[in-house]
Structure formats: structure tokens, C-alpha cells
């Protein structure tokens, strides 16, 4: 069960990081379009789970790789815009949200 401030200040960093995604996209992740899919954080407000979704790309594994190294930028990033609502930037974790490449199996499957 989430609170209603897990909720604000997970939507607050899902929109901050997709700007910085946005803006950061060709000097961090050589161009690639990645998307905020959900933000969930823990009850003590200290650890983020961001799931994203990276679209044409060959190899999400290796583009997750980089997101994770340049996570010490982001959070550099997220504290200077999102900063003044937290007490403690939390610790920032991806994953990669695979649920429209399911719901496409699932319906490639119906169509035949």
C-alpha cells in the first residue's frame, strides 16, 4: 500500500527524469528515444525503481547498461530541479519495462 506522498514525489521524479531523458538524450545515451514507463518508491522515500522503455533499439540490455552508468548524472540532474521537494535524494535503480513488448507478442499471436 503506497501513500499519498509516494505517489507525488513518484510522479514528480517519473516527469523530472523523462525531461532529463529528453534533453540528455544525444550526449548521454547516443540518441536513443527513452521513455518513463512508472517510478515506484520505497515507504522510507530512499530508493527509486524506474522502469523505462527504450523503442528501436537491438540491444535493451546494453542500453539499460549505459542508463546505469550515467545514474550518478541523472541524480546530479534530479537534484538540481526536484531536489527542494526531498529531504534525501533517494538511490536510483532501472529497469526495463517490457510490458509493450508482451502486449505486442499477445497480439501478433491473435492476428495469427
Do not use: C
Amino acid at each position: 500500500m503506497s501513500g499519498l506522498r509516494q505517489e507525488k514525489l513518484g510522479s514528480l521524479i517519473k516527469r523530472e527524469i523523462a525531461i532529463i531523458f529528453q534533453r540528455e538524450s544525444n550526449t548521454l545515451f547516443n540518441g536513443r528515444f527513452i521513455t518513463v514507463t512508472s517510478v515506484r518508491l520505497s515507504p522510507d522515500l530512499s530508493v527509486a525503481k524506474i522502469y523505462v522503455s527504450i523503442m528501436a533499439s537491438k540491444d535493451k540490455n546494453a542500453d539499460l547498461k549505459q542508463i546505469e552508468s550515467e545514474t550518478w548524472k541523472i541524480r546530479k540532474l534530479l537534484a538540481a530541479t526536484a531536489g527542494k521537494h526531498l529531504r534525501k535524494m533517494p538511490e536510483l535503480h532501472f529497469y526495463l519495462d517490457d510490458s509493450l513488448d508482451y502486449f505486442e507478442d499477445i497480439d501478433r499471436l491473435l492476428k495469427g
